[in-house]
């Protein structure tokens, strides 16, 4: 017997700077797994305590061969992602995570309810998301941070510089 379809919606007028994000993590080498279940317990309390601009966290599974899990997370404003972005401890993790992946590659795409997409691929093998049909190239000079990515001046200098990357 067909049934109706309780159709549903969602007013984000409350929300006019919204953000989300899809973020990944991919095993790429056996011992990648150590590092892979190492930074999930890292980020699972980092976001417990639900830092402020942050509405939801929620698990992801992509893939299971090869090991691909991440979250989705909705931010109320760029602002507010940054903020948590260039806190400690997140960002100590994301200069040791770029300085030496562990066998795993990581890998987020943003969305803006403003307008503007962007994303990063670090030590991923294989195009996945955009790459797969806008093509990649490095991240590097203004297409380093991914304020700058999206187009939006008020997020300021990228959580990391090159400098903090590349030169030290």
């Known amino acids: 017997m067909p049934t ?3 159709r549903q919606t969602v007013d984000l007028s409350a929300y006019p700077d919204l953000l989300v994000l899809y973020l990944g993590m991919r ?6 797994i150590r590092t892979f279940f190492s930074f999930g317990r890292k980020i699972s309390e980092s976001v417990a305590g639900m830092p402020d601009g942050l509405l939801l966290h929620e698990p992801v599974y992509y893939s299971f061969f090869p090991m691909n899990m991440g979250m989705r997370q909705y931010w109320r404003d760029l602002p507010s992602l940054l903020e948590f972005a260039r806190s400690e401890p997140h960002r100590q993790w994301w200069l040791d995570f770029l300085r030496d992946s562990g066998g795993t590659g990581f890998w987020h795409e943003t969305y803006s309810i403003r307008g503007g997409m962007e994303a990063v ?3 991923v093998p294989k195009p996945l998301g955009f790459g797969r049909f806008a093509g990649i190239q490095r991240a590097r000079g203004p297409m380093f941070g991914s304020a700058a990515r999206l187009g939006r001046s008020e997020g300021g200098s990228a959580v990391l510089s090159e400098t903090d990357l590349y030169e030290s």
Request: proline fraction near 0%; charged fraction near 35%.
């Open 121 to 123: 691929y670090d030590d």
């Open 27 to 32: 095993v790429n080498r056996l011992y990648g």
């Open 4 to 6: 109706r379809v309780n």
